[in-house]
């Protein structure tokens, strides 16, 4: 039996010291990277740029598509997230804003120190070589 999959636009935000951005929603434990689900006539880039500047404040000029991954969704267990991610630069530090209750920035050198189970195996496994770190063991 197959699994619901949610499809979601996700994006990676780093900063100048290449910390990525990750986001814990009110009401979740769950940190992942900003995005959420494609609304009707969207564009996985649109959703991600709307999601960005629902969820964390900010307006990003761009993205570049990173890649496309199949994972386990942290904030609907029992579901997976077919994602489209896309990368961009930060311009400034953000603030929690909109929907989110914590913002976390984690080390690429580390990416398993993020404080849950199911983001760490995402960048480590696909996001982190994605952007030409390399997929860390730990």
């Known amino acids: 039996m197959s699994r619901p999959t949610f499809v979601v636009a996700a994006v990676c935000l780093r900063d100048d010291a290449g910390r990525l951005l990750t986001v814990r929603k009110r009401g979740t434990r769950s940190f992942m990277l900003p995005g959420g689900k494609i609304e009707p006539g969207e564009t996985p880039a649109e959703a991600g740029l709307r999601e ?9 000029a761009g993205v570049v598509l990173l890649g496309h991954f199949l994972a386990d969704a942290a904030n609907e267990p ?4 077919d994602s489209t991610v896309f ?5 400034g530090v953000p603030a929690a804003a909109g929907e989110i209750a914590e913002l976390r ?3 690429p050198a580390d990416p398993g120190d993020v404080g849950d189970v199911r983001l760490a195996p995402l960048l480590r496994d696909h996001v982190l070589p994605a952007l030409g770190v390399g997929s860390a063991r730990g």
């Open 87 to 91: 990368t961009a630069d930060l311009p």
């Open 52 to 60: 960005v500047r629902e969820e964390v404040g900010v307006d990003l």
């Open 78 to 81: 029992g579901h997976l997230v």
């Open 105 to 107: 920035w984690v080390d």
